[in-house]
């Protein structure tokens, strides 16, 4: 049984809504089927969903649930902010040969954000979520936000089989991603995709700022992201004073715990400063993070002038200004500064990379030391390349592009089985998060990010 739940419902609706519990979807509350594409408050749109969920009662374990009606597609075209998310809700869309079917759209106009990097262009934006709630968002595609297309305010918020494309970060002393901003709560990111999201500009009062990332913020709070690709993203540009920063591509740690497993990152620029150019891929400013069998290449760093402990444009991989990163069975191969200079991994004295073996790297400006690491390896050797010598992504079955190895690349069968998820120097109290999450997706580990089998000796990178 479905019910559609109008925004001016009686005391029939609600009795309707109370018998129900259980029947329509075990795992939540009560239910509330979308049956319009409308972007207004208007009844049975998603707003008014919203509105009417946020008032009902619910638990982390049995939120109320959000989902859409038989034969519905299409895009949601907002007239209006989405309200904050106040209420354990769980929002469950569908997937057509691997797509969302339905689209929720914030109206911002890429093309006049173009190198402004967010909240120039009219529009609106789309999920806030609210301390202490548990979000979850399955297969949808949310597009087009004047803001992050999803800010965690220190909830639990789990996104999974969600696209993210042309979202764009605030400009702020502190920018905020394009896709997701998680401050002091906790995200999980499973199967993915991030294109073209960019990160909101630092430092807009003049003085020091971070760019906001193209893709994602973590911000003291705990993050893990499997399966998910990462394509042509950008970061914000930093602030004009000493110790700017501008946004990475693809992700920020900034004092926060991250766990990244089995995602491709390929083709990203890290936005630029007058201070600190940011890598295509990841900066860390503070905080633990772990990546392991993942692919990241030709991706391109920011230009900065020069100020932060001397360094003006960070590694076009990663860079990590302060805080722990530990690397495991990666492809850090073919990315490059904002002067077209090939570095792969750098950090900075306050940084520390541990190496938990099998890393290949192009240019590693720093001694990983790890069982198994390969420096000096070619883009070309490792991974599918164009003829113009970039890569070459392909998607296999999904949303998610990602890119080949080549037939005799040394990332064949050179790695080992993942054992554990958690940063090496999280507490005691994160690391419950992650064991949690690595008893979850247990699963997903076992196998590449195409769904694979990983082989007794897996490949190093996100592909078998």
Known sequence: MRIIIPCRYTLLYLVLIFATTFVVKAQVRVFFMVSTLAGDDSEGSLIAAIKWANTQKAESDKPVGIGFVDGLAGDIVLKM??????????????????????????????????????????????FVVKSGVTVSFENLNLTKSNKSGITNNGGTVTVKNCTFTYNMGIGSIQGTAGAICSENGNLS???????????????????????????IDVINGNAVVINSSFFENEGGFGGVGVGSVGGPGVIMVRDGNVSVVNCTAAGNFGGGSIVTGASGGFVMIGGNMSIQQSTVVDNLGGTG?????????????????SGTLTLGGNIFVGNQNGIDEDTDVESQVSGKIISLGNNLFGV???????????????????????????????????????VALTANSPAKNKSVAITNISPVSSSDSNAIFFTDASSKYAALLKTDQNGKSRA?????????
């Not at 093309?111 to 990097?117: D, F, P, T, V």
């Not at 007794?456 to 078998?464: D, F, L, Q, R, W």
Request: glycine share 22%; aromatic share 6%; hydrophobic share 35%.
């Open 305 to 321: 002038l020069g100020g932060f402990d001397g360094v003006d444009n960070c590694s076009g991989g990663i860079h990590v200004l």
């Open 456 to 464: 007794v000796n897996p490949s190093i990178g996100a592909i078998e």
């Open 81 to 126: 902010d989405i309200p904050t998310i106040e209420n354990h809700i769980s929002f469950l869309g569908r997937m057509d040969n691997g797509v969302p079917t339905i689209t929720i759209d914030g109206s911002v106009n890429p093309a006049i954000n173009e190198g402004l990097k967010g909240g120039i262009s009219p529009g609106f934006g789309l």
């Open 189 to 215: 990111v499973i199967g993915s995709y991030f294109f073209y999201n960019t990160g909101g500009v630092g430092g807009t009062d003049g003085g020091v700022g971070y760019g906001g990332a193209g893709c």
């Open 364 to 402: 590693a400006k720093v001694a990983t030391g790890g069982t198994g690491d390969v420096s000096g390896v070619a883009l070309k050797n490792v991974v599918a390349t164009t003829p113009e010598g970039k890569h070459k992504s392909e998607v296999v079955s999904g949303i998610l592009p990602t």
